[in-house]
T-cell receptor, first 115, second 115 residues
Framework: DTEVTQTPKHLVMGMTNKKSLKCEQH?????MYWYKQKAKKPPELMFV???????INESVPSRFSPECPNSSLLNLHLHALQPEDSALYLC??????????????FGEGSRLTVL | AQKVTQAQTEISVVEKEDVTLDCVYE???????LFWYKQPPSGELVFLIR??????QNEISGRYSWNFQKSTSSFNFTITASQVVDSAVYFC????????????FGTGTSLTVIP
C-alpha cells in the first residue's frame, strides 16, 4: 500500500469548474511535490513545497494553484482548465527537498479529464 | 546540461528471459544521485533504487541488479528470469545541484513480459 494518498483517483471536470486534488502523507516528510504526467511521457515537476513553503514553481499557469495547509497535506486547486490539462497528476513526498535527503515516494495519482 | 537517455522505448520479452534496461546520463555535477522507478498500469511510481555518484558498486536485490559505470555514464538495470508482474514502464532519474536538487526523469522504457 502506498503511504502517499491521493484523492480523488479520477476526476472529470468542465472548463468552467473549480475542483481540488488532495494529497496526504504521514511519514513525517517535509518536502511535497506535484508532478504532471501525460500518456507515455515522464513526470514533469510542477511545484515543490519545503517545510510548508512553496520553494519551486516550474512556471505553471495560474489556473493551477497549490496549497500546503500543513506538513502532511498538499492540495492542488484547479480553475478554468483547458482540455490539454488532462493528465495524471502525481503527488510525491521526501524526507527533505532534493535527492540528498532520499528518494521520492509517490501516490497513485489523480487522473484528470477536462471536457 | 542534465540529461537522462533511455533509448529503449519499448521492450518485449518472454517470461523467464533476462532483460536489461539501459540508462545513460549527462551531468556537470560531481555529486549526483541516480534512481530507478517502476510505474505499473495503476499509475504509482514505485522506488527501486537510489545510487550516489561516489558508490560504483553494483547491487543485486532478488531478481533485480544494477550496473553503475561512471566511465560510460550509464546506470543499467537487469531483471533476471522476468515475470509477467514485471510488465511496467521503468524510469531512470537523475538529481543533483544543477537540477536544483530536483529529479530529472528519462523518457521511460515500457517493458512487456509475455507469458
Amino acid at each position: 500500500d502506498t503511504e502517499v494518498t491521493q484523492t480523488p483517483k479520477h476526476l472529470v471536470m468542465g472548463m468552467t469548474n473549480k475542483k481540488s486534488l488532495k494529497c496526504e502523507q504521514h511519514m513525517g516528510h517535509r518536502a511535497m511535490y506535484w508532478y504532471k504526467q501525460k500518456a507515455k511521457k515522464p513526470p514533469e515537476l510542477m511545484f515543490v513545497y519545503s517545510y510548508e513553503k512553496l520553494s519551486i514553481n516550474e512556471s505553471v499557469p495560474s489556473r493551477f494553484s497549490p496549497e500546503c495547509p500543513n506538513s502532511s497535506l498538499l492540495n492542488l486547486h484547479l480553475h478554468a482548465l483547458q482540455p490539454e490539462d488532462s493528465a495524471l497528476y502525481l503527488c510525491a513526498s521526501s524526507l527533505g527537498q532534493g535527492a540528498v535527503s532520499g528518494e521520492l515516494f509517490f501516490g497513485e495519482g489523480s487522473r484528470l479529464t477536462v471536457l | 546540461a542534465q540529461k537522462v537517455t533511455q533509448a529503449q522505448t519499448e521492450i518485449s520479452v518472454v517470461e523467464k528471459e533476462d532483460v536489461t534496461l539501459d540508462c545513460v546520463y549527462e551531468t556537470r555535477d560531481t555529486t549526483y544521485y541516480l534512481f530507478w522507478y517502476k510505474q505499473p498500469p495503476s499509475g504509482e511510481l514505485v522506488f527501486l533504487i537510489r545510487r550516489n555518484s561516489f558508490d560504483e558498486q553494483n547491487e543485486i536485490s532478488g531478481r533485480y541488479s544494477w550496473n553503475f559505470q561512471k566511465s560510460t555514464s550509464s546506470f543499467n538495470f537487469t531483471i533476471t528470469a522476468s515475470q509477467v508482474v514485471d510488465s511496467a514502464v521503468y524510469f531512470c532519474a537523475l538529481s543533483g545541484p544543477n537540477t536544483g536538487n530536483q529529479f530529472y526523469f528519462g523518457t521511460g522504457t515500457s517493458l512487456t513480459v509475455i507469458p
